[in-house]
């Protein structure tokens, strides 16, 4: 029997499975190439439909993030073309360099930079954690919170840039080899 013979079929508990594990590292990916998170949603939901509907194509389950991957920049090259119609974005060259960069990530190496952030941000305080999460969480969030302190929108980015800037230092420093 040829070895194509003694593979088995991965069934649907194999792809929730694998899904599940490999989901962060897939957003992860799709944020590298997408303009916001709400972007990244649309995409692994229609990317994982696709995975799904194709599972049969997947070797084994170690092949699964690099082919996940695929699937991912092609719905995220998809989404690009479609928003351009609309607003100025990317191009496609410079969606395939990010594409290719953000590839060469490791499951590995991914996972230790989230540890890495969530102990950084783990050091701030609840405001400032707040704070760096608004842009992402709600549109407006950011003047929302500047009428609630009194204080300006604009003082506020400020304040979030050297936050930014602290939580890139931090994870920096933890990255880095002793």
Known sequence: ???????????????????????????AFARS???GWDAVDDV???A?????????QLDDEEGFLPWGKVIVRFHCY???????RKDAVFSNELVAILADEAEQISEAEHRNRRQALES???????PERELVFAPYLHHGRITELAEHGGTSANALY???????NRLRNCVKERLSPA
């Open 33 to 35: 190439l997408l303009p």
């Open 120 to 126: 950084c941000l783990s050091k701030l305080s609840n």
């Open 44 to 46: 692994i939901q229609d």
């Open 1 to 27: 029997m040829s070895e194509q013979q003694h593979k088995t079929a991965l069934n649907e508990a194999d792809f929730m499975r694998l899904l599940l594990r490999h989901e962060n590292a897939l957003r």
């Open 158 to 164: 400020k304040k979030l840039g050297r936050l930014r």
């Open 78 to 84: 998809r989404y690009l073309e479609q928003k351009k």
């Open 48 to 56: 994982s439909v696709i995975m799904w509907q194709k599972l049969s």
